[in-house]
């Protein structure tokens, strides 16, 4: 569907989650479950009507949308909460932390493998993420590195090498 910034948007039908309806979550960070932020347009939403929450999302009858949200509002919500979010218990949140480059040095050491293939793809410490326990890591620290190898050997491009002190990082 194609929305219009302003314009209110109605649903037919019984509202009901992963099925009929408009899908928005409170949090940001919850939005990675069921898209990745780090490739989404994210705007300020207002539901109206028939609501209904589950896991983590809600479902509206109705949603107009108010404004999207620059690039450092985004950027800017992570580095301000990426200290409780390294301390969260859903996988899904620190791999949203990851997504956006916070919190590496840590989460390169997550328990959960979709995070760490979330920091792989950050093209961080991809020393460790190649000898990693699970494919997933590997396969993506070496699409990582291959990436990096192809324009490191291109003469047109100038490869800047990514700071492994991860300034992004908590101090």
């Known amino acids: 569907m194609q929305f219009e910034l302003g314009k209110e948007y109605t649903v037919t039908g019984k509202v009901l989650i992963c099925k009929n309806g408009f899908h928005f979550c409170k949090n940001m960070e919850y939005l ?14 207002e539901a109206h009507g028939d609501i209904r929450f589950g896991r983590k999302i809600y479902v509206a009858e109705s949603m107009r949308l108010v404004r999207e949200l620059t690039e450092k509002e985004i950027s800017d919500y992570f580095e301000q909460n ?6 969260s218990t859903d996988w899904e949140i620190r791999r949203a932390l ?8 840590i989460l390169v050491y997550d328990d959960d493998f979709r995070v760490r293939t979330a920091v792989a793809r950050q093209g961080y410490r991809l020393d460790i993420l190649l000898h990693d326990v699970g494919w997933e890591v590997r396969q993506a620290a070496e699409e990582q590195k ?5 324009l490191s050997h291109n003469k ?10 991860n300034s992004k990082s908590i101090v």
């Open 32 to 45: 990675n479950c069921g898209y990745r932020i780090r490739n989404s347009r994210i705007f300020e939403v």
């Open 82 to 87: 990426q200290q409780w979010m390294l301390k």
């Open 98 to 105: 990851a997504d956006q480059g916070y919190g590496l040095d």
């Open 146 to 150: 291959r990436r990096m190898d192809m």
């Open 156 to 165: 047109y491009f100038d490869l800047k090498v990514p700071n492994t002190d």
